[in-house]
């Protein structure tokens, strides 16, 4: 199983930037795939999920700035995209996108998680 996360940069404050994640190896049926964000200093921390069924549930400090959503037309990967808006220096972190069997989006934490990408870095400067 591999999550392979793309498309973190150095980006201005007030701008935007997508996140992708490509899932392979396995099925993802029944499995929610999300994103959590690291950053320095700081515990990892849940940011944004959508189930198979296209629920979605977000941290309360994202709302109205990030959206997340999911493709799973490709036989052989799924996606994940995380649309970041109105960014500001605190959204600075390391994003990993995550993926967990269930439909229970409210109780994702950091140590429920069935399979992490690895990393993509996003900078805001002031």
């Known amino acids: 199983v591999q999550l392979q996360a793309s498309g973190g940069g150095l980006v201005q404050a007030g701008g935007s930037l997508r996140l992708s994640c490509a899932a392979s190896g396995r099925s993802f049926s029944g499995y929610g795939l999300g994103w959590f964000r690291q950053a320095p200093g700081k515990e990892r921390e849940f940011v944004a999920a959508?189930?198979?069924?296209?629920?979605?549930?977000?941290?309360d400090s994202v709302k109205g700035r990030f959206t997340i959503s999911r493709d799973d037309r490709d036989n052989a990967k799924n996606w994940v995209y995380l649309q970041i808006d109105s960014m500001e220096p605190e959204d600075t972190a390391v994003y990993y996108c995550?993926?967990?069997?269930?439909?229970?989006?409210?109780?994702?934490?950091?140590?429920?998680?069935?399979?992490w990408g690895q990393g993509t870095l996003v900078t805001v400067s002031s």
């Open positions: 995550a993926a967990e069997r269930g439909y229970r989006l409210s109780t994702w934490s950091a140590k429920t998680i069935d399979y």
């Open positions: 959508v189930s198979s069924g296209g629920t979605t549930y977000y941290q």
